[in-house]
C-alpha cells in the first residue's frame, strides 16, 4: 500500500477539495487571509505553454480547479510540464493560451510580484550571524514590509512552529529539526494566498524526506493556505494531497484524491504511475461475459465491452491477487520473495503462454504478487494467481481508457 | 555494498581516503583548512598528493545529477569548478549505508565571498564582486542553464585584472534547457535578489560589511546589472538601411563586453528601408580567446584584456604594427611577459596567479611613472613591485584560516 494513515480527505472526483481547517478565526494563528477575505482558489483554464522552437506544448490546455485551501500535487514524471505550470501560476512563465485565476481574479498577465503567491524553494541556508527573527523574516524586508509587521508575523509563525523561545537565538543553537522550521517560517511569514512549492523535499535523505512529508502536510492544514505542491514521486503525492492531479507530456491524465486515484485509474499511464509496488498490467482477449485470464474468465459488465475490440489491458494490484489452488489462473515463476512479517512480495515472471494467447509478443513478462507472510511460496516455485473479485482494472488496449467503473 | 569510484582521471590515492567514515568525522591529517562557504552538507577540502579536492556529502542520485551538470557546464566551457569524481556504495564499519560524495577539484587562487568580506572591502571592489556574478549569471542564462540556487555561496572569485571573475560551484539544483524563457531567467534573478541579500545581511550582522553598504541595493545592483548586460547581448537593434555601418559597431561593442557574436540575424522590414539585427549567439570570452590564439596563455577575460594592451603598446614601441600578429606575440611574451613573472620569489608565488602579478606590475609601474614624472622601465617597477607589494599580500593560492561556519539545515530531527 502506498498511503498510510496520513493520507486526507477523499473528495469526489472533478469537484473541489477540502477547505477550510483552520482560518485563524480565533486570532491565534496566521493573518494568513488577513485583509484579504477573497477565496483564494486557483484555476487553471485551459492553460498552455509553449516554448519557441518546441514543436508539441509543454503543458497543454491544462484545466484544474483548485479549492481554497487545498493541498493539491502535481506528480508526474521528469518533462512532465508539471514544473511549467507552478512557473506559469507564480507568473514566472508566459502563458501561451487560455488562463489562470486565482478567485476571481484573472492573474494570466501579472507579474509575479502582483500575484500574492509565495514561490517555497528547495533550498534554504541559514545565516549565521542572523537571529532566528532576522532568519525568517529578512525576506520580508525586501519586500519593503515595516518591522513591526514583521516582527508580529514572524512571532506568529513562530508560535505555529515552536520556535517562540529561539526566536533571539542564532541557529547554531538549534537542532537540525528546527532549523528545518525556521526554514519553513520563511515562507510563512509571506503570509501568501497560495503557496508554490517546487520538490522541496529532493535533496533530503530517505528518513528525513518522510519526516518532513508529514510536517509539511500538516502545517499545511493548520495554515490552511492553498498549496500547489510538485513532486516526481507518487508515493509523496499520495501521502501528501488531498487530490493529485497526474501529468504526462503537457498533457493531465486525471486529478481525483488519492483513493480514487489508487481505486480508479483513468488509464494505463495512471494505473502503472501511482502505485508501488507498481500494478500487473497484461493484455488478454475478451470472452463471452468478461476477458480470458489464461482459461480463467474474470466477470466484466457486457455493455463495458461492447465497443473495445478483441483484446483489452487487464490491470491488478499486487495485493489484489491470491494464490488459486487448483492450477488455474496467472502462472507465476517466483523469483524473489521478500518477507515483510505479516505480508510477503513475490517478484516472478508469468509464463510466455500467457502472452502467446493473445497473439502479442512473448517474452517473460514480470509478475508482482502480495501473498500471506505466514506461508510464503518460496523461489523458483511456480505458482497459480487469481485477481480477487472486484478488483480487476480494465482498458481499452487502444486508447488505454479506463473502461467501466 | 561495494565502494565504487567514478572519475574521469583515475588517481590511486583516492582509495586511500577513509570513505567508510562520516565526511563529518574525518581525520584532520586528510584535510586542507580552506574557507568553507555556508553550505547546506558537510563540505571538506581534502589533500590529495599535489591536489586539493573538495568532497562533498550528498545522496546518490544528487551526487550523480551533480556530477554530470558539472561536466556538461565545463563542456559547454562555462566558468564553473571542475567535477573530479563520484563515489558511491560508502558503508560505515557496522554496516550503515553513507551517503554518496560529489569530489571538485579545487579552484586554485579562489576566494569565496566570506573571505574577500574578511579583508575589509573597499566598497568598488564589493561592486565589482557583483558585477562578476552578473556576468556569470548572464553567460549560464545564454548556455540555458537555469541555476535555481544563484547565491554568493555558491560562486567563487579570481581576482581579474583587479575585478573579479565568478565562477559557479554548485550545480546542484540546476537544469539544462535549449534556451531559457524570460520566465526561468525571471526566476533566477528572483532567487538571486533574496539570496544575496540574505547572505550580505548575514556579513553585516557578523560586522563583516562596511556600514554604508545597503544590502538590498546592492542585491537589487545584480539585478540591474545583469538586465543591461542581457539587453546590450540579446536587444535587437533597428535602423535605415543607409547606416549599415552600426552593424559593425554592434559587433565592436559586444567585443568590448568581452563577447563574440557567434550569428547575427539581420532583417530589413517590409519596405526595405530599415535593418533589424539580433545578436543570435554571443559567446563569453572574446580577449581570453584572443590572448590564447596568440600566446597560449589561459588567463581571465580581463587580464586578457589587460595583456593584449600591453602588446598593442609593445607592437607599438617597437614599430612592428607591420609584422605578423603572432610574432610579435612571441616576442612580447619572451621579452615581457615571462621575465616579469619568472622574477616572483619562489616563496612569493602562493600570493597572486602570475597574469594577476603582471597586471599588478604594470598598475605599479603606472604609480611610479607618475609620481616620478617620467617613464619606469618595467624592470624597475618590477624590482620595486616585489620588494614593497608583493610581500604584504595574503596568500591566495588556496586561502587559510578565514573561520567560516557550516550550516547546514539538513540536520537530524530532535
Known sequence: MVFGPAMGHDVDACSLGQAHLYNGSSGTFLPVKEGNEAMATVTFDNATRQYPGNPIPSVDKLNIEIADGEFLVLVGPSGCGKSTSLRMLAGLEEVNGGRILIGDRDVTNLSPKDRDVAMVFQNYALYPHMTVADNMGFALK???????????????????????????????????????RVAMGRAIVRSPQVFLMDEP?????????????????????RLGVTTVYVTHDQVEAMTMGDRVAVLK?????????????????????????????????MEVPVTDGGVDLHGHTVPV????????????????????????????????????????GADAYIYGSTEQKLLEATGENAGAVPFIARVDGRRPPEKGDKIYLKPKSGHVHVFNAESGLRVGD | MTLEITTARPESALLDLPWSTPLEEWPESYLAALPRGISRHVVRFVKLGPRVLAVKEIKDDIADREYAMLRNLRRLDVP??????????????DGEPLDACLITRHLQFSLPYRALYSQNLRPDTAVRLMDALAVLLVRLHLEGFWWGDVSLSNTLF??????????????????????LSDGQREHDLDIARVNIAGELM????????????????????????????????????????????????????????????????????????????????????????????????????????????DLD???????????????????????????VTRAVPRELTGRLEPAEIFHEVLEHRWYMSERAGHDTPIEEALRDYVATVLPTKPEEKSVVGVDTEEMPVIGRFD
Open chain 2, 313 to 339: 603598446a609593445y607592437t607599438a614601441a617597437t614599430d612592428r604594427q607591420g609584422d605578423d600578429e603572432e610574432i610579435v606575440a612571441h616576442d612580447w611574451l619572451a621579452k615581457i611577459y615571462e621575465p
Open chain 1, 201 to 221: 523535499l529532493s535533496n533530503l535523505d530517505a528518513k528525513l524526506r518522510v519526516q518532513t512529508r508529514t510536517q509539511i502536510a500538516s502545517l499545511q492544514r
Open chain 2, 202 to 309: 548575514d556579513l553585516a550582522a557578523g560586522g563583516f560589511l562596511e556600514e554604508h553598504a545597503d544590502p538590498f541595493e546592492v542585491s537589487a545592483s545584480v539585478i540591474e546589472r545583469y538586465h543591461t548586460l542581457w539587453n546590450a547581448l540579446t536587444g535587437t537593434e533597428r535602423f535605415e538601411l543607409g547606416d549599415r555601418w552600426r552593424v559593425d559597431e554592434r559587433i565592436r561593442r559586444l567585443n568590448e563586453l568581452g563577447f563574440d557574436v557567434d550569428e547575427l540575424s539581420m532583417t530589413t522590414d517590409i519596405g526595405g528601408t530599415e535593418i533589424v539585427i539580433t545578436p543570435k549567439v554571443v559567446d563569453a570570452g572574446h580577449h581570453s580567446r584572443r590572448l590564447l590564439r596568440l600566446t597560449g596563455l589561459d588567463v581571465g577575460e580581463n587580464q586578457a584584456r589587460r595583456l593584449l594592451n
Open chain 1, 249 to 281: 507530456d503537457g498533457i493531465l491524465q486525471q486529478c481525483d484524491s488519492p483513493r480514487r486515484m489508487y481505486d480508479h485509474p483513468a488509464n494505463v499511464f495512471v494505473a502503472g504511475f501511482i502505485g508501488s509496488p507498481a500494478m500487473n498490467l
Open chain 1, 142 to 180: 525586501i519586500a519593503g514590509v515595516d518591522k513591526a509587521e514583521i516582527r508580529k508575523r514572524v512571532e506568529e509563525a513562530a508560535k505555529i512552529l515552536d520556535l517562540t523561545p529561539y526566536l533571539d537565538r542564532k541557529p547554531k543553537a538549534l537542532s537540525g529539526g528546527q532549523r528545518q
Open chain 2, 158 to 179: 579570481r581576482r581579474d585584472a583587479g575585478a573579479f571573475a565568478a565562477y559557479l560551484v554548485d550545480a546542484e539544483t540546476g537544469e539544462l534547457h535549449a534556451r
Open chain 2, 80 to 93: 564553473s569548478v571542475e567535477p573530479f569524481g563520484v563515489v558511491h556504495g560508502r558503508t560505515a564499519p
Open chain 1, 301 to 340: 459488465a457486457r455493455e463495458d465491452l461492447a465497443n473495445v475490440g478483441k483484446n483489452v489491458t487487464l490491470g491488478v494490484r499486487p495485493e489484489d491477487l491470491e494464490l488459486s489452488s487448483d492450477q488455474s489462473g496467472i502462472p507465476v515463476t517466483v523469483d524473489v520473495v521478500e518477507e515483510l
